[in-house]
């Protein structure tokens, strides 16, 4: 079964493999690729958000699928990061560049997440932020720059403290 999900995977050009990418990531230091989504999810739908535009908040972007399990384990653990440091300016955007906008929606439905989930269409952020594995997070400071860049499941202890020291 296991060979059959990476196999999946595999055909959908991102990889289940758990990694966590940290100081050597091209990204770290530079600033965010800008990228629009329509919104599918927890606001208006249809609605548009660019990252550019959430410059002055600090931002996590999780890049994720309905198949995707470690996604799946993630959802709840970056919702409660949200709802945690939502006074506080964060802003979470689900992105999911891999289903229908509402099969996207009614997952975070079911799920009972709070955050935005957003669709990129055509896969252009995934290809910016050179997403190559599910899931995978970038966390972008208040002045639009990557802080961090993270593949595959991260525990909730880990993200909180880098989200902290973003605020």
């Known amino acids: 079964m296991f060979a059959g999900l990476l196999g999946l995977g595999a055909l959908g050009g991102v990889s289940l493999l758990p990694r966590v990418v940290g100081g050597g990531s091209p990204f770290e230091g530079k600033p965010a690729p800008d990228a629009v989504f329509a919104v599918a999810a927890n606001g208006d739908p249809g609605a548009r958000m660019q990252i550019e535009s ?8 999780d890049f994720w699928a309905t198949w995707c399990g470690p996604c799946a384990a993630q959802a709840p653990i970056l919702d409660r990061i949200a709802r945690r440091y939502e006074k506080q300016g964060l802003v979470v955007l689900g992105v999911n560049a891999h289903d229908p906008p509402a099969k996207a929606k009614s997952y975070a439905e079911k799920k009972g997440l709070s955050y935005p989930i957003v669709i990129d269409a055509g896969q252009e952020a995934a290809q910016a932020y050179d997403v ?3 899931p995978s997070l970038v966390v972008i400071d208040r002045e639009g720059r990557v802080v961090r860049y993270m593949t595959g499941l991260v525990d909730e202890a880990s993200l909180d403290e880098i989200v902290a020291a973003t605020l």
């Open 54 to 61: 959430l410059k002055g908040h600090p931002v996590v972007l």
């Open 132 to 134: 190559q594995n599910l």
